[in-house]
């Protein structure tokens, strides 16, 4: 597969000559932040031993010596120096990672990101992909945006891809997201970040992304079809938690808003403000439906106690109740 030659002196300077290639739109940002620090660092550590180690042979005692001149206790323009440089340096450093942080806290991608639901569980991490291809390994496309939407169903995993410089905790109870564009292809590493018990270091999976879409769809029609979809766990829970009684899929309006075109709304809620329904609104909604009522309905709802997978199964299957893309 095609790889980007990682010899050019820009690349070996950013990356301090040791780091691993950049996979992802927001690694270059990374790799600026992390070489400026890097050269900074060194550049102070090399200028301070070498003050040391001056001072100490000039200043060192000898037989002959005699009381050292009464010195000044005070120098405004030195200590002016002193305090400007660094706060210049620490602004600098403020700005290149501030920038870099933005880009990698980029909105929502659009509905041509591919959106990939994972699982953190001691010790694997699960994927699946748009489709319903789940596999214990991430298949992305190169240049194609995608959206990680993680769950844990036990304790907080990290999870960890370090070609892509990024890094998100995967919480209990909580959906958290990573946002990212591939740009190299080929196999890449994943790794769980936080520490989770027994197995913690074997937590580890592979990113393989595919050179183009129609090398991911080939590899997403291998094997069997899946058994049950995550979008079709969510439509058997629809029946079967009787969330049929209240909610429509054609449009109408009953004693809760309709499901369908739900997904994505801003919606706007009783008390004036609004939301936008995504995998944590639904969440909320479900377990605390009282929190964030929809203007013009009544807050009727009982809390629903949803596993893991059953939350994903609703979120994913709200998404194909969309129209258009
Ligand atoms: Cu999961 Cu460490």
Same mark, same amino acid.
């Given at each position: 597969m095609a790889r980007q030659p990682r010899d050019s002196l820009t690349a070996t300077v950013l990356s301090a000559g040791f780091l691993p290639e950049r996979a992802s739109s927001v690694a270059e940002g990374v790799d600026q932040v992390f070489g400026l620090i890097f050269w900074l660092?060194?550049?102070?550590?090399?200028?301070?031993?070498?003050?040391?180690? !001056?001072?100490? =042979?000039?200043?060192?005692?000898?037989?002959?010596?005699?009381? #050292?001149?009464?010195?000044?206790?005070? %120098?405004?323009?030195?200590?002016?120096?002193?305090?400007?440089i660094p706060l210049a340096l620490v602004f600098a450093i403020f700005a290149v990672s501030t920038r870099a942080y933005l880009r990698m806290t980029a909105p929502e991608p659009g509905p041509e990101a591919m959106r990939v639901q994972v699982t953190a569980r001691r010790w694997s991490w699960w994927f699946e992909h748009?489709?319903?291809?789940?596999?214990?390994?991430?298949?992305?496309?190169?240049?194609?945006?995608?959206? !990680?939407?993680? =769950?844990?169903?036990?304790?907080?995993?990290?999870?960890?891809? #370090?070609?892509?410089?990024?890094?998100? %905790?995967?919480?209990?109870?909580?959906?958290?997201?990573?946002h990212l564009t591939p740009i190299l292809a080929g196999t890449f590493p994943i790794t769980c970040a936080e520490f989770c018990g027994t197995d913690h270091s074997r937590m580890t999976a592979k990113a393989v992304v595919h050179p183009d879409q129609a090398s991911f769809d080939a590899w997403a029609r291998e094997g069997a079809a899946p058994a049950a979809s995550l979008a079709d766990v969510g439509r058997a829970l629809y029946a079967s938690k009787g969330c049929i009684a209240c909610h429509s899929l054609d449009g109408t309006p009953r004693v809760g808003p309709t499901f369908k075109n739900l997904w994505g709304k801003d919606e706007k809620l009783a008390d004036g403000t609004s939301a936008r329904v995504d995998e944590e609104y639904l969440r909320e909604s479900i377990l605390k439906p009282g929190a964030k009522v929809v203007a013009g309905f009544a807050n009727v709802m009982p809390p629903v106690p949803l596993d893991e997978r059953e939350m994903q199964g609703l979120a994913a299957w709200l998404q194909t109740l969309r129209d258009g893309p």
């Open positions: 660092s060194a550049f102070f550590l090399a200028l301070i031993v070498a003050l040391t180690v !001056l001072f100490v =042979v000039r200043y060192r005692r000898r037989p002959t010596r005699t009381e #050292p001149e009464p010195s000044p206790s005070h %120098d405004l323009r030195l200590e002016l120096v002193w305090s400007g748009p489709g319903g291809k789940g596999a214990s390994d991430l298949h992305l496309v190169a240049g194609r945006p995608a959206a !990680l939407v993680m =769950v844990s169903t036990d304790v907080i995993h990290s999870l960890y891809l #370090p070609d892509f410089r990024l890094k998100q %905790d995967v919480v209990p109870g909580r959906f958290t997201r990573l």
